[in-house]
């Protein structure tokens, strides 16, 4: 019997060594170390050995079993590691290719816009305010020289939410809030960006959502030639320092004079052309120095203060900048209109 089992030892560890695959090697361990293998069928013939035999080979059998069961965990551990390495070879990334290209975001052209001119004016002193895109009747109209009965209402169609609520038609409201917050006691020198909304129909130049920058100056000694400057300064930054701008008399309940302000037409130097149908001229925005009644529902006394406002659209100023022939292009998210104006 003890040869038997030296023998079993060597078919099976010969078998171990030529296997291939995990289930050949469990095939190979249930062959000989299972309930009905080889080495089980050799030990049940120990009943048969005499007494002084059976220690003998029992501990021959344990040996043998030992070296098998070593035998075939080495052999696992071999056909793991060849497993992973073909798995790895298989999943090897060739770091030699090219990458893929990954789209990156950029500020829309109108936060560019917005942002520009916020940089311009801050530079020449005046602070940035917000107020509330859902206003009162009062503050969108009435502070501003806009009683109920008042005419130019018509001007701006409104989104009402109620009797004394609605969608504000302009960024005035912050003007009249932040006069109102100074109670007349201090200067105010501010511009309020935001968007603004009116019942217009869409089309190439309109929109019944817009964006708006309104600008107020209010303090001693204020005059419309600092209107001027500060105008001249916006158009020269905007549309390039060879840019001329003319002030035309105009109407706005706020203001008092009011005016329209015009710059000369970058196609043409304002010789006429289409872009400024033949003028030379494109308006460009609204201003006037404040009305003194605006000042005094303010707080402020108007034989003390004066001051200027104007009110200017991003989305214009854009589309004169760029050339732009729509306004639409702005709000309907097409990627190959926005990706032109991305920020490098």
Not at 130 to 141: A, H, L, R, S
Not at 165 to 170: E, F, I, K
Not at 264 to 273: A, E, L, V
């Amino acid at each position: 019997m003890k040869e038997q089992l030296q023998a079993l030892q060597k078919e099976a560890l010969d078998k171990i060594q030529t296997v291939e695959g995990s289930q050949g090697l469990q095939d190979v361990k249930v062959a000989y170390l299972g309930k009905k293998g080889s080495l089980t069928g050799i030990l049940r013939g120990m009943g048969k050995l005499s007494a002084e035999e059976r220690p003998v080979v029992g501990e021959i059998a344990n040996q043998v079993r030992q070296a098998i069961t070593e035998a075939i965990e080495e052999k696992q551990d071999q056909l793991e590691q060849v497993a992973m390495e073909q798995k790895l070879a298989k999943e090897a990334i060739d770091v030699t290719l090219p990458g893929r290209p990954v789209n990156v975001g950029g500020k829309h052209l109108l936060t560019q816009m917005i942002e520009d001119i916020e940089d311009l004016f801050i530079g020449m002193g005046f602070e940035v305010r917000e107020g509330p895109e859902v206003e009162t009747d009062y503050f969108n109209f009435e502070a501003l020289n806009l009683p109920k009965d008042h005419p130019a209402r018509d001007m701006q169609d409104s989104f009402y939410i109620t009797n004394e609520l609605l969608l504000r038609t302009h960024t005035s409201p912050v003007q009249a809030r932040t006069m109102r917050e100074y109670e007349g006691q201090k200067p105010v020198k501010m511009i309020c960006p935001g968007k603004v909304y009116r019942r217009d129909t869409d089309d190439a130049t309109h929109s019944h959502q817009f964006t708006q920058i309104e600008g107020l100056y209010v303090d001693k000694n204020v005059r419309m030639s600092d209107l001027k400057g500060v105008l001249d300064t916006f158009a020269k930054h905007m549309f390039g320092e060879d840019r001329d701008i003319r002030l035309r008399p105009s109407f706005f309940p706020f203001t008092e004079p009011s005016v329209e302000m015009d710059i000369s037409c970058k196609m043409c130097d304002g010789k006429g052309c289409s872009v400024c149908k033949q003028s030379g001229w494109i308006e460009i925005l609204g201003a006037g120095m404040v009305h003194p009644k605006v000042l005094e529902m303010a707080g402020y006394d108007p034989s003390v203060y004066t001051g200027f406002a104007f009110g200017m659209g991003p989305d214009r100023i854009a589309m004169l900048k760029y050339g732009i022939s729509d306004i639409r292009h702005f709000y309907i998210n097409d990627k190959r209109f926005l990706t032109q104006y991305h920020q490098a």
